[in-house]
């Protein structure tokens, strides 16, 4: 192959094992043994708590689906509305499921810090 030209004249060609300052080699991290954002994200879809959200979203959706479905929405137009109604009560349900998770962590967080503070 031929070199390409420089406007900065003769310049030093970088060998295959040369880096420059600050490059990392494709596929490593920079500390050994940590994880990556998705192995991290992999364990979080596997959570119990989306497992669980997932369900809830799932049901008042199809809820939300059989719902329009019965009231005899006809036509593209209604099916589109039954699809943005379904979607919209998926999200509240997962909003609704998510607020009762966090007063649950907040209660025992609370209960935590009361049962420290009885020790000490």
Not at 8 to 31: L, N
Not at 50 to 70: G, I, Q
């Amino acid at each position: 192959m031929a070199k390409k030209a420089s406007s900065k004249g003769a310049k030093a060609e970088r060998r295959g094992g040369e880096r420059r300052k600050g490059e990392r080699r494709a596929g490593r991290s920079k500390r050994s043994g940590s994880s990556t954002a998705g192995e991290a994200f992999i364990s979080l879809l596997q959570s119990p708590l989306v497992a669980d959200l997932v369900a809830v979203a799932a049901t008042s959706a199809l809820a939300a689906l059989a719902e329009e479905t019965r009231s005899g929405a006809s036509g593209g137009k209604g099916a589109g509305k039954a699809v943005k109604k379904a979607g919209k009560a998926a999200a509240a349900a997962i909003g609704r499921r998510l607020s009762e998770e966090i007063d649950e962590i907040k209660k025992a967080s609370k209960a935590a810090k009361a049962g420290k503070g009885a020790k000490a």
